[in-house]
């Protein structure tokens, strides 16, 4: 749960920072370099493309990094279950073992 709460501020984060910049800035750049209205309208699509694909990319490495993060933690996991599976079989094993010989001594009738 801590790293989908992680993965989630930083998305949101990203796309904070990101839009805050891109709408303080994209237009006051877009006003100094173009005074028709209708490259205007023509660049202002183009720019709301832009931010389409910046946003998309960020997200895209942040999830991505997230899952292979995930997908290493789950690799761990897997190898300590196949530890203590390979553990709990030996102890097992072990028992039986002792049980049988016990069993064993048990049933030799005892000689005077």
């Known amino acids: 749960m801590k790293i989908i709460n992680t993965v989630a501020a930083k998305i949101a ?16 750049i877009l006003s100094k370099i173009v005074s ?5 309208t023509r660049l202002s699509s183009i720019k709301g493309w832009a931010y389409t694909i910046i946003i998309g990319l ?10 292979k993060k995930r997908e290493h933690v789950e690799h761990l996991l897997q190898k300590e279950i196949e530890k203590k599976d390979f553990l709990f079989r030996e102890v097992h094993h072990r028992i039986k073992n002792n049980l ?8 030799i009738p005892m000689s005077n």
Do not use: K, N
């Open 36 to 40: 028709d209205p209708e490259s205007w």
């Open 58 to 67: 960020a997200f895209y490495f942040i999830i991505a990094a997230a899952l």
């Open 100 to 107: 049988q010989m016990t069993t064993s001594l048990l049933s």
């Open 13 to 28: 984060i990203v796309y904070m920072i990101i839009s805050s910049l891109w709408i303080g800035f994209s237009d006051r």
